[in-house]
């Protein structure tokens, strides 16, 4: 029974640092891109969705009027790069994507600019994000306590941050 644990480990530690449970890196990856190229899809594919059972309401009215046309026909030019590098933030993707299918970007640009957007995003996830779970793993095998200390700190962090950006948006705003 021992030799089968060591042949595992030595088996996990030939895969690499970005690897999980072993798993080879482009395994990995593959599997990354995708779980958010569906999810990204089932996304535009919601605002579509919306955008067809709101078609005769006053929000489909306002996006009929000629400042509103223009604001469209922006977003199917401009939009694809939005849908790209959207893919590059955290909480952003899903409001941009459902944007993009409520406004009915064309699918051909949107579908180009996605498949770019969801190779990043899985490059991404699949080297810092694999290596920022390992190295939490191996806290946590080492020290739990620090493990649990590292996440409040980082929840402390965002929080701070959070609290900060919020200040100094209420300062800008004029009183009213």
């Known amino acids: ?17 970005f690897s999980i449970a ?5 395994v990995v990856y593959l599997a990354a891109f995708g779980i958010v190229l569906v999810r990204a899809q089932a996304t535009y594919w919601a605002g579509r969705g919306v955008a067809r059972g709101t078609a005769r309401t006053r929000i489909a009215e306002r996006l009929t009027s000629p400042r509103a046309a223009a604001a469209v026909q922006r977003v199917h030019r401009w939009g694809p790069p939005t849908v790209t590098l959207s893919f590059f933030t955290v909480g952003i993707q ?3 994507n459902l944007a993009a299918g409520y406004l009915r970007m064309p699918y051909p640009r949107y579908l180009a ?16 994000g694999t290596a920022a779970v390992n190295a939490a793993i191996a806290l946590a095998a080492g020290s739990p306590v620090s493990l ?3 996440g409040v700190g980082v929840v402390a962090l965002a929080w701070w941050l959070g609290a900060r950006a919020a200040r100094r948006r209420r300062v800008r705003l004029p009183d009213g």
Request: glycine share 6%.
């Open 113 to 128: 600019a996605l498949l770019v957007g969801c190779a990043a995003w899985a490059a991404i996830w699949t080297t810092v």
């Open 148 to 150: 649990a200390a590292l």
């Open 94 to 96: 899903t409001v941009v």
């Open 22 to 26: 072993g798993v080879p890196f482009w």
């Open 1 to 17: 029974m021992r030799h089968v644990s060591l042949t595992a480990t030595a088996a996990a530690d030939d895969a690499g640092v």
